[in-house]
């Protein structure tokens, strides 16, 4: 089990940009893929970003593809989100989430076994 704990939403204007970060612990950290996914009121959770447990490969969702990367620090267990160019769109709880296929991009909730508090991005347009 890996417990994660998110930090870094807030309440930013369109176009601004954020910094999403999620810390891990209790586990090897570089064993496991890690994922972004997001929740706005009334819809289902989506998925934003994932990086694989040796940090080669990502993919994001067409909505953020150009506009967020994710990277993460295996110094710090800590996985990043970086959101730039935000859009009113983006407004959702943002959870990160930690998978056990490792080095295999993971895109489905369901590959995810680990899973943060979830932190408040909110964008005014």
């Known amino acids: 089990q890996v417990q994660l704990v998110e930090s870094g939403g807030g309440l930013v204007q369109a176009g601004d940009s954020l910094r999403l970060s999620c810390e891990a612990s209790?586990?090897?950290?570089?064993?496991?893929?890690m994922g972004w996914f997001r929740q706005a009121p009334g819809k289902e959770r989506e998925f934003v970003a994932t990086?694989?447990?040796?940090?080669?490969?990502?993919s994001y969702a067409d909505s953020v593809k150009g506009r967020f990367t994710i990277s993460r620090d295996k110094s710090k267990n800590t996985v990043y989100l970086q959101m730039n160019s935000l859009k009113p769109d983006d407004t959702a709880v943002y959870y990160c989430?930690?998978?056990?296929?490792?080095?295999?991009?993971?895109?489905?909730?369901?590959?995810?076994?680990?899973w943060g508090q979830g932190t408040q991005v909110t964008v005014s347009s």
């Open positions: 989430a930690a998978s056990g296929r490792g080095a295999i991009i993971a895109t489905l909730w369901a590959e995810y076994d680990n």
């Open positions: 990086i694989t447990s040796n940090g080669l490969l990502t």
């Open positions: 209790g586990s090897t950290f570089s064993r496991y893929g």
